[in-house]
């Protein structure tokens, strides 16, 4: 255990915990903290982006977060938190060795997770790895489309992940009533 905490701090590097930028309608934005941050292509909003970063405490959980814990918040200019998300918006993790061969054992299934304040727990954001400059094992990217908490964690796979790999089971969906 010691072994994969390591080398993941180490790469975390030094920087503020706590990001404020104020955002120009039809801008571009790249806001990161550490090893993680948000691209915003083209910003379809005006107001004040807040971007956090949190250390993952739990030890005794299933998501294995392996870095910071990115918390995104958007509010206009009156200080009311905008609801939805406008334009193209990605959060992104860079990738260090042990993160990047966990992205290839697809057992890991390591991913880009956000915070479901709906419903509460984490859910899978649609992950996706790309080359980036001066990164040898790129990054790990997912498109936003909730003001919440993302993280980059790798999970323990469950009995029913490993039979439906082995082609033991199928899943159906469920007959709605």
Same mark, same amino acid.
């Given at each position: 255990?010691?072994?994969?905490?390591? @080398?993941?701090?180490? #790469?975390?590097?030094? +920087?503020?915990?706590?990001?404020?930028?104020? =955002?120009?309608?039809?801008?571009?934005?790249?806001?990161?903290?550490?090893?993680?941050?948000?691209?915003? $292509?083209?910003? %379809?909003?005006?107001?004040?982006?807040? =971007?956090? /970063?949190? *250390?993952? /405490?739990?030890?005794?959980?299933?998501?294995? #977060?392996?870095?910071?814990?990115? *918390?995104? %918040?958007?509010? $206009?200019?009156?200080?009311?938190? #905008?609801?939805?998300?406008?334009?193209?918006?990605?959060?992104?993790?860079? &990738? *260090?060795?042990?993160?990047? $061969?966990?992205?290839? *054992?697809?057992?890991?299934?390591? /991913?880009?997770?956000?915070? $479901?304040?709906?419903?509460?727990?984490?859910?899978?954001?649609?992950?996706?790895?790309? @080359?980036?400059?001066? &990164?040898?094992?790129?990054?790990?990217?997912?498109?936003?489309?909730?003001?919440?908490?993302? +993280? =980059?964690?790798?999970?323990?796979?469950?009995?029913?992940?490993? &039979?439906?790999?082995?082609? &033991?089971?199928?899943?159906?969906?469920?007959?709605?009533?």
């Amino acid at each position: 255990m010691v072994a994969s905490v390591l @080398p993941v701090r180490a #790469f975390q590097g030094e +920087g503020p915990l706590r990001r404020e930028v104020e =955002l120009v309608f039809n801008k571009p934005y790249e806001v990161f903290i550490g090893n993680g941050g948000i691209f915003i $292509d083209n910003s %379809q909003m005006r107001g004040t982006m807040v =971007l956090q /970063s949190e *250390d993952w /405490s739990r030890v005794q959980s299933w998501h294995q #977060f392996t870095q910071r814990i990115l *918390d995104f %918040q958007v509010y $206009d200019r009156n200080g009311k938190p #905008f609801e939805w998300v406008y334009g193209n918006v990605r959060v992104y993790f860079n &990738l *260090d060795k042990f993160q990047y $061969d966990k992205w290839i *054992d697809e057992e890991a299934n390591m /991913s880009i997770w956000y915070f $479901d304040k709906l419903n509460g727990g984490w859910r899978k954001c649609a992950t996706h790895w790309e @080359p980036a400059p001066g &990164l040898p094992k790129g990054r790990l990217w997912c498109l936003v489309r909730y003001y919440t908490r993302y +993280g =980059l964690a790798w999970t323990q796979p469950t009995m029913t992940m490993k &039979l439906i790999k082995q082609g &033991l089971i199928t899943v159906t969906p469920s007959p709605t009533p």
